[in-house]
């Protein structure tokens, strides 16, 4: 199983940017995806998850900014953010499961399968 996670890069504060994460060796439409991230000596914390196909979930800090999708036919998942903000600024990891309880959707060691990361920087 491999996730590549892409999309990242440098935006101004307001702006919008779309991560991608493209994955092989899963059948990507029964996973639960999600991304987190880890802003410099931080833990990495929940950003968005997509339970099974099914409904969203997001962390309080970007709700009604971000919106998770994902595109079954391309076995390719997606993070819209939008008005980003400098306390954005982190590197984002994909992350997927076949096999998470509802109740983890939020914990990263609940995910069994990453992608690399890709840097966003939110200037001011």
């Known amino acids: 199983v491999q996730l590549q996670a892409s999309g990242g890069g440098l935006v ?17 439409g029964r996973q639960t995806i999600a991304w987190f991230r880890q802003a410099p000596g931080k833990e990495r914390e929940f950003v968005a998850a997509r339970w099974r196909g099914g409904n969203t ?9 971000f919106t998770i999708s994902g595109d079954n036919a391309k076995n390719t ?6 008005r980003l903000s400098p306390e954005d600024t982190a590197v984002y990891f994909c992350a997927a499961s076949s096999s998470i309880i509802l109740s983890s959707v939020r914990v990263s060691d609940a995910y069994g399968h990453w992608g690399q990361g890709t840097q966003v920087t939110v200037s001011s």
Request: aromatic share 12%; net charge positive.
């Open 57 to 65: 979930y997001y962390a309080d800090s970007v709700k009604g900014r």
């Open 12 to 28: 101004q504060a307001g702006g919008s940017l779309r991560l991608s994460c493209a994955a092989s060796g899963l059948t990507f």
């Open 77 to 82: 998942m997606y993070l819209l953010m939008n």
